[in-house]
């Protein structure tokens, strides 16, 4: 496979395009935001921006120069990455390192291309400190801040970059999509429908057999559980999970996704149709609520708390009342 370009993105071809012409005749902003759910491509798409940054190409990134072969293989000295790593902040220490290594010189191109990942977990301290950054930029520096909630950010952080919002993919965006990774055309409906149009969620599920499972004991979750009382066999249902994190990252993926369709159909939204939903009616408040539970179900996992203490929220908020 050819290395990414913006024609290689998936979806909202006039935004790509403007980009890269921004690139190219030297017009791009200094500092961007991208914001998209996990597998929307926005890791991706920042990556090709900053191969337009560094590449020695005239059609950015071309693929072909050394540069762009070195973003792509993770290896180039001028594209600086950063993220969370796992932790469950970014903390200021890491922004003042990063703000050390902007004012030195590049050390190949002639600017410097940084990621900086999970922006979302910037601590208010982080991004105050970062707000200068982005107030007086740094000559020869380009920051993709890359999140997945704008929640957690500070507007003064979000108003001085350019906002990418990754779309949800059309049904025929992602046929091509899928079809270009080699998925048989055949399951491209269900994985449109049960992905929400998100292509990285979609090659999961397909490489993943415990998925259909999944969304199956969801669901029926979401239709049985319905009385205080209930709640321990519950609990004791999702006992598979306590030690495997795949099953763990399934189950709340599933339950998430099946929220998201609940939501669009409270509010009298299409559905992308596909796997059956449950019949039980949730009003937007409790399906928020319960989308709040998934949010904080992972946080605590990533704070090593127990699976039951981290998932019995969610369950409460399904029994309601
Ligand atoms: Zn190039």
Redesign the pocket.
Known sequence: MSLPSFESIYGQPALWKSLKQGFENGSAVHAFLFVGDRGSGKRTAALVCA?AV????A???????????QVFGGVHPDLVRLGAEGASSIGIAAVRSLQETMRTKPYEAKCRAILLEDAQLLTQDAQNALLKTLEEPQEGNVLFLLCSQLEGLLPTVQSRCRLIRMGRLSKEEMRRGLADRGVPPERAEELFAASGGNLGRALEMHADPEYARMAERCVGLLEGLRAPEELPAALDSLKDMEKDRQLRRAFLEAMELLCQRLLRRSLGLPDCGGSALPRRDFTSERIHSMMDAIVWARKRLNANISWAAAVEPLLKRIIGG
């Not at 560094?54 to 190409?57: Q, R, S, V």
């Open positions: 191969a560094l590449c020695e190409g059609d950015k990134p071309c693929g072909a120069c050394k540069a762009c072969k």
